[in-house]
């Protein structure tokens, strides 16, 4: 039986776009976190995150289930961007060797991976999947709306849902330097708890798709 794996790109949202100060200053920000990255899901990981290029990044993972807190962390830790992150599911077809990083390695879900990102760039879309059959359609539907919503946002708005993702009122408040009142107000404009309750089924649906009975490699 060929295993399965699920391999993250993520990028930056108009990266070009950014001063120059401010995308060497994000390069080096994403570098500095790569090594937490890679000790925090250590247990999850077929190769490790790596940049490959710029202020893009891959990792390798077991399972589907940490992709979702992965991309929130992510989106909270470099905050002053936005990034599309694409989920690919497939076999690789390179060995997978102790202490390999992602962009040493290859195979389906890489491409699905990869195919995923730049439609989801085309669309403004902030997740993407591939190689998930049947349920991609729901997926990608699910994940527009979602992309729809935050643009709908201030920055601020996007802001405090990106540190609400990571770690709760109590992360915003202090991240944001405001009281947990503010931080209550703010998430009330912003309905948040049927977005939470949208994030845990979006992490349902992912998870039932990525189940080798309910999806398929293109």
């Known amino acids: 039986m060929t ?87 497939g076999p690789v077809t390179t060995p997978l060797a102790k202490g390999v990083t992602a962009p040493e390695v290859d195979g389906p879900c890489f491409h699905e991976a990869r195919a995923a990102l730049q439609t989801a760039k085309r669309s403004r879309r902030l997740f993407a999947v591939g190689g998930f059959g049947p349920a991609e359609n729901a997926l990608t539907g699910f994940a527009s709306y979602d992309a729809a919503l935050h643009w709908s946002w201030t920055p601020r708005q996007r802001l405090t849902a990106k540190l609400l993702r990571r770690g709760g009122p109590a992360v915003a408040a202090q991240q944001l330097r405001i009281g947990r009142s503010a931080v209550s107000h703010l998430a009330g404009r912003m309905a948040w708890p049927l977005v939470a309750a949208g994030d845990s089924i979006f992490h349902a649906m992912l998870t039932a798709a990525a189940s080798p009975t309910t999806a398929t490699t293109r």
């Open 3 to 89: 295993h399965i794996y699920f391999a993250l790109i993520g990028d930056v949202i108009a990266s070009r776009t950014l001063p120059a100060g401010e995308r060497a200053r994000l390069q080096r920000h994403l570098r500095d976190a790569i090594p937490a990255f890679n000790r925090r899901w250590r247990t999850s990981l077929a190769a490790r995150f790596a940049i490959t290029l710029g202020d893009e990044w891959q990792c390798l993972l077991t399972s589907v289930g940490p992709v979702l807190e992965i991309a929130g962390t992510i989106r909270a830790t470099l905050a002053e961007v936005d990034w599309v992150i694409a989920c690919g599911r």
